[in-house]
């Protein structure tokens, strides 16, 4: 069974710094296409980076120069180092997973990914 656990939100102010993690469980992140997504209450989830399975990385543009994707292999982990937050990054951040390589058409869409993880909050305050 294949399971995604997200740590390491929490709060901060603007100009802070958060790492979060997603731990896989029952797969191997070696060969997934991961991301990561967020959300805030009453918003669509919005994609926010991904290392696929060739080890390509994208960002999503607001996030671009501050935002850092990656996986250590051996620890089957998923990571996001997140620099120079500001008020809008506040969101749940989800990781999310796929075994197939998606590819830059598809990886920006919440619907390509078939296994979440229950998400962890990020709040920041000006």
């Known amino acids: 069974q294949v399971q995604l656990v997200e740590s390491g939100g929490g709060s901060v102010q603007a100009g802070g710094s958060l790492r979060l993690s997603c731990a896989g469980f029952g797969y191997t992140v070696y060969w997934y296409c991961m991301a990561w997504f967020r959300q805030d209450p009453g918003k669509e989830r919005e994609w926010v980076a991904v290392?696929?399975?060739?080890?390509?990385?994208s960002y999503a543009d607001s996030v671009k120069g501050r935002f850092t994707v990656s996986k250590d292999n051996a620890k089957n982990t998923l990571y996001l180092e997140m620099n120079s937050l500001k008020p809008d990054d506040t969101a749940m951040y989800y990781c999310?997973?796929?075994?197939?390589?998606?590819?830059?058409?598809?990886?920006?869409?919440?619907?390509?990914?078939?296994?979440w993880g229950q998400g962890t909050q990020v709040t920041v305050s000006s």
């Open positions: 999310a997973a796929d075994p197939r390589r998606l590819g830059g058409g598809r990886w920006f869409r919440p619907t390509e990914y078939k296994y």
């Open positions: 290392i696929d399975n060739d080890g390509s990385t």
